[in-house]
T-cell receptor
Framework: DAKTTQPNSMESNEEEPVHLPCNHSTISGTDYIHWYRQLPSQGPEYVIHGLTSNVNNRMASLAIAEDRKSSTLILHRATLRDAAVYYCILRESGTYKYIFGTGTRLKVLA | DTAVSQTPKYLVTQMGNDKSIKCEQNLGHDTMYWYKQDSKKFLKIMFSYNNKELIINETVPNRFSPKSPDKAHLNLHINSLELGDSAVYFC??????????FGPGTRLLVL
C-alpha cells in the first residue's frame, strides 16, 4: 500500500492562505490523491481529489507535482471553521480502500 | 436529513459483553464501510460491502462481524468485547469507487 507523509501540525492566521503539503514518493501511476478533513468530534469529510492535473473546487485547490510524488492542498482564505485534521490519502485505481495517514492538525489563529 | 447515520452515538459497556452498532445511509450508495479510529486518532478501514457483498476484510479479530441486510444498512456486531476495542467507529458510504461520506461516529468505551 502506498503511503503518505504529512507534517503533524501547522498554524495559520485567519483570512490568510494555507498550504498543506503531502509527500507520496511511492505513488503509482494509477493512484488517486484524495484529501479529507476531520473537524473536532465529527467524521471525516471530503475536500478534493485529483490524479495528475491541478484541481479546484469551492472548498480548496489541489496542486500536484509534475512527478506526482508530492501534492499541496491550498485553502485560499483560512477561517476558524477550517481548524481540523487534514488527511492526504492515496487510493489505488479500481480499489475501494483508503489508507489514512496521521494527518496534519491545522490550527487557525484569530 | 442525515445522509449517513449511526446508532448509538455513545456506547459504554463491560468487558465480555456483545454489542451491535447500526449504520444507515439514505444516499442510494452501493458501497458501505466500517472504520476504527483509536485513541491516537489513527483511522483504519475494517470492512467494506458492495451491493451487500463483502469486498474488504482487513485483519480484524473474528469477534467483529459485519452484516448488510440491504444496500442501505451495514451493521457491526462485536462479541466478547475487550478493553482494546474502545475507539470511535465510523461508518461511511460511497457510490461505487467515488467519494466516501462518513457518519458522525459511535464512541465505544469498554470498561
Amino acid at each position: 500500500d502506498a503511503k503518505t507523509t504529512q507534517p503533524n501540525s501547522m498554524e495559520s492566521n485567519e483570512e490568510e492562505p494555507v498550504h498543506l503539503p503531502c509527500n507520496h514518493s511511492t505513488i503509482s501511476g494509477t493512484d488517486y490523491i484524495h484529501w479529507y478533513r476531520q473537524l473536532p468530534s465529527q467524521g471525516p469529510e471530503y475536500v478534493i481529489h485529483g490524479l495528475t492535473s491541478n484541481v479546484n473546487n469551492r472548498m480548496a485547490s489541489l496542486a500536484i507535482a509534475e512527478d506526482r510524488k508530492s501534492s499541496t492542498l491550498i485553502l485560499h482564505r483560512a477561517t476558524l471553521r477550517d481548524a481540523a485534521v487534514y488527511y492526504c490519502i492515496l487510493r489505488e485505481s479500481g480499489t475501494y480502500k483508503y489508507i489514512f495517514g496521521t494527518g496534519t492538525r491545522l490550527k487557525v489563529l484569530a | 436529513d442525515t445522509a449517513v447515520s449511526q446508532t448509538p452515538k455513545y456506547l459504554v459497556t463491560q468487558m465480555g459483553n456483545d454489542k451491535s452498532i447500526k449504520c444507515e445511509q439514505n444516499l442510494g450508495h452501493d458501497t458501505m464501510y466500517w472504520y476504527k479510529q483509536d485513541s491516537k486518532k489513527f483511522l483504519k478501514i475494517m470492512f467494506s460491502y458492495n451491493n451487500k457483498e463483502l469486498i474488504i476484510n482487513e485483519t480484524v479479530p473474528n469477534r467483529f462481524s459485519p452484516k448488510s441486510p440491504d444496500k442501505a444498512h451495514l451493521n457491526l456486531h462485536i462479541n466478547s468485547l475487550e478493553l482494546g476495542d474502545s475507539a470511535v467507529y465510523f461508518c461511511a458510504s460511497s457510490p461505487s469507487l467515488q467519494t466516501q461520506y462518513f457518519g458522525p461516529g459511535t464512541r465505544l468505551l469498554v470498561l
